[in-house]
């Protein structure tokens, strides 16, 4: 069975910066896509970055040019860097490996003054 296991989270400025890590039980992110979700109070859980096993990249409109998603195969490690933060960003981030039905516990991230 897969475990996702996210970290990284925390409460930021706006404006700040955080980088967001998905550790992955097994050798799985080499072979699958890997996607990271979100979800605030009230709202429905979004997409917001994926990474294909060949290494494209895609983002949601409200995070394109401040998110950046990555990945290291050797340490079976998914990453969600985050630039430029707004209050809106506000949420519990997930990760998941979709074909596998896989989710993380999620990493709370907060951006407030």
């Known amino acids: 069975q897969v475990q996702l296991v996210e970290s990284g989270g925390g409460l930021v400025q706006p404006g700040g910066s955080l980088r967001l890590s998905c550790a992955a039980s097994g050798s799985i992110v080499s072979f699958y896509g890997m996607d990271w979700y979100r979800q605030a109070p009230g709202k429905q859980r979004e997409l917001v970055a994926s990474?294909?096993?060949?290494?494209?990249?895609d983002y949601a409109d409200s995070v394109k040019g401040r998110f950046s998603i990555s990945r290291n195969n050797a340490k079976n490690m998914v990453y969600l860097q985050m630039n430029s933060l707004k209050p809106e960003d506000t949420a519990v981030y997930y990760c998941?490996?979709?074909?596998?039905?896989?989710w993380g516990q999620g990493t709370q991230v907060t951006v407030s003054s």
């Open positions: 998941s490996v979709a074909p596998l039905g896989a």
């Open positions: 990474i294909t096993s060949g290494g494209s990249t």
